[in-house]
Each structure stands twice: as C-alpha cells, then as structure tokens.
C-alpha cells in the first residue's frame, strides 16, 4: 500500500535558522508528491508540489526535491519567519485513486522571534 | 469564487446522537473527498465521491459512517450514533476533476461529549 512518514515533531526554531522537514514515502506505481500547510484553525492549504524524479517544487522560499533513488521528498527553508509557525503535511498521490491523498502524520512548526 | 464551505465550524453531540456535517465544493467542482484527523495524527481519507455517485469508500468505517453528494445541494456526511472515538477535525476537500488539484475548507470539529 502507500504510505508516508515524517520527522517526528514538533520542532522549534529561532527566526531565520535553517529548515528541514524530512519526508519518505512507498507507493504503488509513481506517485505525485505534495507539501500541505495548515494554520491554526484553518484547513489545508497546498505549499508545493513535484510530478517525476528530480523535479523540484518550489513556494514562498520552501523548496522540495522528488528523489526517485531515496524515495524522499524533504522539505526546506533557508530561513524561516515566526509566519511560518503551522502544521506541515507531506502527502502523496497515485493516478489510479484520483485526487486521493494519503498524508504524514504532520510536523509542527515553531517559530521564535 | 468561494472556496469550499463547511458547516458547522464547530459541532458538539453528547454520545448516541447523530452528527451531520456538510461541504459545499468550490464552483465548478463536481469531485468531493472527506478526511478525518483524530488529535495529534495526520489527515485519514475515508471517501471520495462525484455528483449521486461514491468513488471510493474504502476509508469509512463499515458501521454508522454514510456520505453522500446528491445533484443539488452539498456533501453530507453522516455520523449515526456517535461515540467519544468519533471525536476529530472532518474536513473536506474539493477538485474540478480526478487527478486535479484539491482545495480544502476549514474543516468541521465534532466534540462528542
């Protein structure tokens, strides 16, 4: 079956440090990969997202690289705002379920100022 | 346009009453997903439907959970005669077509007490 794990959480930083969320995933056949962010009280909201091997998906300074070899897709931020103090989901899909997603258990981000 | 709508933002039930929570999709989206996220966990699918149809209900517990998305009108998930368990963010996402990007509304909290 599909599956996707995270780094455990939560995790808090200091205002412009450095960001990794680590990701991995199995799947049958090739999967999309995505990055969700959910703010307090509020629903998911899509941050990024990579289609095949190599591709890199890119938003507001998160970066996120499909690595077919690793079968991983760690998320990153060069430095990070108290604004992006949220949950982070990573999340896959397979064409065969739709628009399906199967999600990580989520990471909490804490930013300090 | 209006994003995906969801009522009631918050719903409280005592145990053996019955839940019903409603997702109105974006304009134009004919593809409906519900998921549930129990405390601390990430996001669990439980169905997928189109317009008087169920995709996939391969996630929905096989007792007192029912959903369906009529020709007019919103998605509605039922819960009958629901349990301190039952106790989660239900949330609904919405997208124009399979495979297609999913745009989630702020989800329903049920507290049953």
């Known amino acids: 079956g599909n599956s996707v794990t995270q780094m455990e959480g939560p995790v808090t930083l200091s205002e412009e440090a450095f960001l990794t969320i680590n990701c991995t995933y199995t799947?049958?056949?090739?999967?999309?990969l995505f990055w969700y962010v959910q703010y307090p009280g509020e629903g998911l909201q899509l941050l990024l997202k990579?289609?095949?091997?190599?591709d890199k998906g890119s938003n507001k300074g998160f970066e996120a690289t499909y690595r077919k070899e690793t079968t991983s897709f760690h998320l990153e931020k060069g430095s990070v705002q108290v604004s992006d103090s949220a949950v982070y989901f990573c999340?896959?899909?397979?064409?065969?379920?739709?628009?399906?997603?199967?999600f990580g258990e989520g990471t909490q981000l804490t930013v300090n100022p | 346009n209006a994003g995906v709508m969801q009522n009631p933002r918050h719903l409280v039930r005592r145990r053996g009453q019955e839940a019903r929570l409603r997702c109105s999709p974006m304009?134009?989206?004919?593809?409906v997903y519900w998921y549930r996220q129990l405390p601390e966990e990430g996001l669990k699918f439980m169905v997928y439907?189109?317009?008087?149809?169920?995709?996939?209900e391969s996630g929905m517990p096989k007792e007192r959970f029912s959903a369906e998305f009529p020709k007019e009108g919103p998605s509605i998930l039922r819960i009958q005669q629901v349990v301190r368990g039952d106790s989660a963010a239900y949330f609904c996402?919405?997208?124009?077509?399979?495979?297609?990007?999913?745009?989630f509304g702020s989800g329903t909290q049920l507290s049953v007490l």
């Open positions: 996402a919405s997208s124009p077509g399979a495979n297609e990007k999913l745009f």
């Open positions: 799947a049958t056949g090739y999967p999309s």
């Open positions: 990579a289609t095949k091997a190599d």
């Open positions: 999340a896959l899909s397979v064409r065969t379920s739709g628009s399906r997603l199967t």
């Open positions: 304009k134009g989206h004919s593809h």
């Open positions: 439907l189109q317009k008087e149809n169920i995709i996939d």
